[in-house]
């Protein structure tokens, strides 16, 4: 089944990498300037919440990714169409990689903030094992040699363990963690300053870019592998 892709769409998004790519790099430039130097301090962190502008957009779009992966997972058992597949294949390192970014930062941040690099509260381990189903999905890919099977398994995983996702959600809300609530996704009131928000919009935007950078890159090599494959066999 894999071997039917039509790589076309695939090959002419490449025409949007050098462009992705340089965008990617200017938000991110200007993104710094004003995460780093425009930006104040927090009147109780310091310059040590400056982290947040990337921990922030790497948690989020750890779960945005796996989202992503869990709905290419529904979908390909209802049209069986490999291309929802290879895109849940392309997206999990990219997925794991915003993960432990996320789990880095948040540790270097926790450690003058509450004292300690980590803690076993309920966001903290369940982004721990966010990180382990990415790892799982692609050990998947990579020790099933029939790749029919491997997508079964994988959109199998791919589905169940987005349960994951809403329990990282609304863990602030559910126990009593370490995290704070929610302070952007309050769209009337949010509780962050615009001085700050709009830096981390800045970087969220430049995260955005990065993600959909890799993804383009990654379908692509994968499809070559894909065709190669295929070539070989036949």
Do not use: C
């Not at 965008?23 to 040590?48: C, M």
């Not at 509450?114 to 998947?140: E, K, N, P, Q, V």
């Not at 302070?183 to 870019?209: E, H, N």
């Amino acid at each position: 089944m894999i071997s039917k892709i039509r790589p076309a769409i695939i090959e002419k998004a490449d025409g949007y990498i050098p462009l992705l790519l340089s965008f990617t790099i200017i938000t991110f430039f200007v993104g710094l300037y004003f995460s780093l130097i425009e930006s104040p301090a927090d009147y109780i962190q310091g310059d040590s919440m400056r982290i947040m502008y990337i921990h922030v957009p790497s948690a989020w779009f750890s779960l945005m990714i796996y989202t992503l992966i869990a709905l290419s997972s529904v979908f390909w058992f209802i049209l069986r169409n490999p291309l929802l597949s290879l895109a849940g294949r392309s997206l999990a390192p990219i997925g794991a990689m915003f993960t432990f970014l996320a789990l880095i930062t948040g540790s270097i941040w926790g450690k003058p903030t509450w004292g300690t690099w980590w803690a076993w509260d309920a966001r903290l381990t369940s982004m721990l094992i966010l990180f382990f189903l990415y790892l799982a999905y692609i050990l998947l890919w990579h020790s099933i040699s029939n790749k029919d099977n491997a997508s079964k398994i994988a959109a199998a995983l791919g589905i169940i363990g987005f349960i994951n996702i809403p329990i990282i959600k609304f863990s602030v809300d559910w126990w009593n963690t370490l995290h704070q609530p929610a302070t952007i996704s309050k769209l009337s009131t949010p509780s962050i300053d615009v001085s700050m928000l709009i830096p981390l919009l800045i970087m969220t935007l430049a995260f955005g870019l990065f993600l959909v950078s890799l993804f383009i890159i990654r379908i692509r090599i994968l499809s070559l592998e894909l065709r190669i494959n295929r070539k070989m066999i036949y």
